[in-house]
T-cell receptor, first 112, second 112 residues
Framework: EAGVTQSPRYAVLQEGQAVSFWCDPI?????LYWYQQPRDQGPQLLVY????????NSQLPSDRFSAVRPKGTNSTLKIQSAKQGDTATYLC??????????FGEGSKLTVL | QQKVQQSPESLSVPEGGMASLNCTSS?????YFWWYRQHSGEGPKALM?????GDKKEGRFTAHLNKASLHVSLHIRDSQPSDSALYFC????????????FGTGTRLQVLP
């Protein structure tokens, strides 16, 4: 069974540039999460979906971050006008009913 | 915002020794727990869950939950160098899939 796939693995931007991260969850998983993980810190929840619906985006910086999951399968996280403070690894995870999260390898963002 | 605090921040144990990690949730609505482990360059992987008061053992790993104090611990016996990683406690509102809040993390180093 294929795991959670994320791309790109790495991105390097200048401040003010935009970037999109893509996630393909495990087939059949209805819940998809995006986390931000600064270096050597715990993952911090940005947003999660059940099917195509946003369940909680209270920690998503809405002025520059957006996330969609239009068909309830793949998802895209976009950062507009990136800042140095956005430097982190962006983790996608999926789950179905058991509560266990399955993570991708992450997309490591560096903002110069 | 829900917080999950872990201690210690870092821990070194000799190969074959016992490692003990601690975690406390600040929100009584989040009283179901998972332990995850993250090796460098990878996404976190689930080790085990614990939802009821008391002990739960899976191989070399034993988790203990005290719901009254919202405190959970993880004990790793016969530690191996391959156990060297970041360990996260994650708290959730139920045993099913929903909002999952990760702790601050403990870095474990097992010395050969």
């Amino acid at each position: 069974e294929a795991g959670v796939t994320q791309s790109p693995r790495y991105a390097v931007l200048q401040e003010g540039q935009a970037v999109s991260f893509w996630c393909d969850p495990i087939s059949g998983h209805d819940t998809l999460y995006w986390y931000q993980q600064p270096r050597d810190q715990g993952p911090q929840l940005l947003v999660y979906f059940r099917d195509e619906a946003v369940i909680d985006n209270s920690q998503l910086p809405s002025d520059r971050f957006s996330a969609v999951r239009p068909k309830g399968t793949n998802s895209t996280l976009k950062i507009q006008s990136a800042k140095q403070g956005d430097t982190a690894t962006y983790l996608c995870a999926s789950s179905f009913s058991t509560g266990q999260l399955y993570f991708g390898e992450g997309s490591k963002l560096t903002v110069l | 915002q829900q917080k999950v605090q872990q201690s210690p921040e870092s821990l070194s144990v000799p190969e074959g020794g016992m490692a003990s990690l601690n975690c406390t949730s600040s929100d009584r609505n989040f009283q179901y727990f998972w332990w995850y482990r993250q090796h460098s360059g990878e996404g976190p992987k689930a080790l085990m869950s614990i939802f009821s008061d008391g002990d739960k053992k899976e191989g070399r790993f034993t988790a203990h939950l005290n719901k009254a104090s919202l405190h959970v611990s993880l004990h790793i016996r016969d530690s191996q160098p391959s156990d060297s990683a970041l360990y996260f406690c994650a708290a959730t509102q139920s045993s099913n899939t929903n909002k999952v809040v990760f702790g601050t993390g403990t870095r474990l180093q097992v010395l050969p």
